[in-house]
């Protein structure tokens, strides 16, 4: 597993996320950038794994400035952190807008 900070500005990603929505797997990495349309702000993306598959990189829906996205990026922190299955519930703009975390093999449920 990795977490990388990337210097340069990313406009586009492909729609990965309609692509793995409902797929349980693992977050693999989290990139964190910025992005340049129409005013500068931070982004994250992450890229799943499920045996030796990995995904493209895939955007999480918002910026990490707002209180409420700051809390999703806490859930999926801990997420790659501990190895806890995730699974798309949502999708908007080729990005998340819904994830489901499993960190007790399906007892416990966290969603944003």
């Not at 990139?31 to 990995?54: H, M, S």
């Not at 996205?69 to 519930?89: C, D, H, R, S, Y």
């Amino acid at each position: 597993m990795a977490m990388t900070a990337s210097p340069k500005g990313i406009n586009i990603f492909s729609n990965q996320c309609e692509a793995y929505k409902g797929i349980p797997k693992r977050i693999a990495a989290m990139t964190f950038g910025e992005q340049l349309i129409n005013q500068q702000r931070v982004f994250y993306t992450i890229t799943l794994v499920d045996g030796k598959k990995t995904t493209q990189q895939i955007a999480v829906l918002n910026t990490i400035e707002h209180e409420l996205n700051k809390k999703m990026l806490e859930l999926i922190q801990a997420a790659f952190v501990v190895g806890a299955p995730v699974t798309i519930q949502q999708c908007e703009q080729a990005s998340i807008a819904g994830l489901m975390v499993d960190f007790n093999g399906g007892k416990t449920i966290n969603r944003f």
